[in-house]
């Protein structure tokens, strides 16, 4: 069973998502992204981003970068999978893009098995506890987009403790 064992402000710098994006419409069988994923390892394209540059000062990892207007979720919600990069950073062709201003985000670390599927449908829980830690103001774009993100972080969640939990970075952009 996973469970939410950390809540905190992480202060972001402006910075260039780069990535791919997807809809809806390329969910899995399973309503996941997953398949997805094995298509990026199978084809290196997180170590041809990882080529361009690292942020200074940041944590980071994998993304699963979310954004959808919680009123139209079906015709609005994107799932990218790219990697946090300076504001600068060229973008390779097959790419996309989306400038981030500077800004806070509200972390969760949810932690519990990644093979049962659990530690990726915290979504409501990770809402209440930044709510309840007075961050629950969240930042939306002009098209009334939130904007949350699920970080695999090296080494929480690439190094499996000792009952075979993982730790999975979820965040969203607090205005």
Not at 2 to 11: F, L, N, Q
Not at 76 to 101: A, C, H, K, Q, S
Not at 112 to 136: H, R, T, V
Request: charged share 30%; glycine share 10%; hydrophobic share 30%.
């Amino acid at each position: 069973m996973a469970e939410i064992i950390k809540v905190y402000k992480e202060h972001l710098p402006a910075m260039r998502f780069i990535g791919k994006r997807y809809t809806n419409a390329d969910r899995g069988k399973d309503g996941g992204y997953g398949y997805k994923w094995g298509e990026w390892f199978e084809n290196g394209w997180f170590e041809e981003l990882e080529k361009l540059g690292s942020l200074e000062n940041v944590e980071n990892g994998y993304l699963g970068f979310m954004r959808c207007n919680g009123s139209d979720f079906e015709n609005t919600f994107e799932y990218w999978m790219g990697l946090f990069l300076p504001t600068d950073t060229e973008v390779p062709e097959g790419y996309e893009f989306i400038d981030l201003e500077e800004s806070d985000a509200g972390i969760c670390w949810i932690k519990g098995s990644d093979s049962d599927g659990s530690i990726y449908n915290m979504n409501d829980e990770c809402i209440a506890e930044f709510q309840k830690n007075n961050m629950g103001n969240f930042k939306s774009d002009d098209e009334n987009r939130a904007y949350i993100f699920e970080r695999y972080n090296c080494p929480r969640f690439t190094q499996k403790d000792e009952q075979g939990n993982v730790i999975l970075d979820y965040g969203i952009y607090l205005a």
